[in-house]
């Protein structure tokens, strides 16, 4: 048995998120401040956001259009609460059946990355070189045109002020990719199993109840098998299909084993309630968390109805609403105080959003299966935020993959680590995700001893209708 990693945590919540770019959210954070330190701490000394008047994306009448921050005037009127105002395409083609999308054509993620005023012709390939990431607005208005341009708009930290604030006061990756080009369902599989099977997008993964992943191992049995087992639990805003939570329907097999409740237990248990035997109740060593998701409105095709998610085009006021009430929860709570709780927030994808930074190639494929339009699973997909928050993280922390490492951070970063930090011996995954297995781990971000012990106070704004 590996000796574990982080002993002076003792239990993890995991809290993935819906559908935003790290640029989308997090892209002024540092504008006009400087982090306080840099994980490892020879790697470049300045947080990759955004700046004022350096990226854009062509029209397709090759106009450039700047990427800026969503204005004052559209934030005041509560139209800056849903940027972008209609949900771009998020797969890595988008669906023969998306009624948006001209048949056969190649709109979708892999556009947005490698198109620029036209449309990419075909399923490109690591001679295509490191993206370039000017598709975005000519892929998004091929359907949108009532104002293309909000998917170059970006949130400042006063208007997604919750998230900004958490990345500021704890450590933010402006490395982390998400595992491929794609949208939820592979994305959220590879953070789970360390592999989507050759699923590419979520159009072969419904409907139910075809399960996706039954059968697979994942990083629950991982955790409960272990040498000194991890309990766990998986806690859901709303049932998603058949009385089942999202994360049940894709993989059956966590009926059993584990607490599978409604996300009023996990409130309960996170600030120690009073148990019926008269006791504090406590959280599982690992919290899965689901937000509550939303159903993206399509003009005369989708009505919208908005989650808790980020998720475009629902407001993120509720995302944001969200988040605070999960942190508060964290940190309220007696295992917080005792300095035991690492609490991890993170997107699945970027969903079509902008972000100005290009994904590499030579991401390993975890398995020898290849998606339906042939991709090989050797790209990484967009940058998106992942903000590891503790008391044994230094305030104002950008993080990076650890020196030497071959590769960025992906989803199977996070199998990685946690099963390092409970002994299990990554060799055991190597049957299931050859990714898993090269994946950089980020336990070297924290402190040995308690670093941080201000929590953050900022409130969400509160939705306009």
């Known amino acids: 048995m590996p000796e574990p990693v982080l002993p002076q945590v003792k239990n993890i919540v995991f809290l993935m998120l819906e559908n935003r770019s790290l640029d989308n959210l997090l892209g002024w954070l540092y504008k006009d401040s400087t982090p306080n330190y840099f994980y490892p701490p020879n790697s470049p000394q300045r947080y990759d956001g955004l700046e004022v008047g350096k990226y ?12 800026i921050p969503i204005s004052d005037t559209v934030w005041n009127n ?3 609460n849903a940027v972008p105002s209609t949900d771009p395409y998020e797969a890595l083609r988008a669906y023969p059946v998306d009624v948006r999308a001209p048949l056969r054509s190649w709109y979708g993620v892999m556009n947005q990355f490698f198109g620029n005023q036209q449309v990419i012709s075909g399923l490109p390939s690591s001679n295509s070189g490191v993206p370039a990431m000017k598709g975005f607005l000519q892929d998004y208005s091929s359907y949108w045109d009532n104002e293309p341009h909000d998917v170059l708009w970006t949130y400042t930290p006063a208007q997604a002020k919750v998230i900004n604030a958490l990345a500021r006061q704890y450590a933010v990756s402006d490395r982390w990719f998400c595992s491929l080009p794609s949208d939820t369902g592979p994305n959220r599989a590879y953070s789970i199993c360390g592999t989507s099977l050759g699923r590419e997008s979520n159009e072969i993964l419904w409907p139910p109840p075809e399960p996706p992943f039954n059968g697979v ?3 629950f049995e991982w955790l409960a098998g272990a040498e000194n087992p991890k309990s766990w639990g998986i806690y859901f ?13 894709l993989f059956p097999q966590l009926k059993s084993g584990g607490e599978l409740a409604l996300i009023e237990t996990f409130y309960d248990r996170a600030r120690g309630k009073m ?6 109740l406590e959280l599982p060593a690992f919290s899965y968390i689901e937000p509550k998701w939303t159903t993206p ?7 919208l109805q908005e989650g808790t998610d980020y998720h475009p085009n629902a407001h993120i006021c509720l995302g944001e609403q969200f988040l605070y009430n999960v942190y508060k929860a964290v940190t309220e709570g007696p295992q917080w105080k005792r300095n035991e709780t690492l609490f991890i927030i993170t997107f699945d994808e970027h969903g079509g959003t902008y972000d100005h930074v290009g994904p590499q190639w030579g991401a390993i494929p975890p398995d020898d299966k290849k998606g339906e339009n042939g991709f090989k699973f050797d790209m990484f997909g967009a ?15 950008v993080f990076r993959a650890p020196e030497g490492s071959a590769h960025d951070f992906d989803h199977t970063s996070f199998i990685a680590t946690i099963l390092k930090w409970a002994g299990v011996p990554l060799s055991e995954v190597a049957g299931q995700s050859k990714r898993v297995l090269c994946a950089p781990t980020f336990e070297g971000v924290f402190a040995d001893k308690v670093v941080n012990t201000e929590t953050v106070t900022t409130q969400p704004w509160q939705c306009k209708s």
């Open 56 to 67: 854009s994306n062509p029209d397709t009448s090759g106009n450039l259009v700047d990427v």
């Open 78 to 80: 509560g139209q800056g």
């Open 217 to 219: 191992k994942t990083i």
């Open 237 to 249: 805003s709303d049932m998603y299909y058949g009385g089942k939570s999202y994360t049940e329907c």
């Open 275 to 280: 148990g019926k035997d008269g006791k504090p």
């Open 297 to 303: 409105g399509i003009p005369h095709v989708v009505t």
């Open 383 to 397: 940058r998106i935020s992942t903000i590891l928050i503790s008391p044994y993280v230094r305030p104002g922390t």
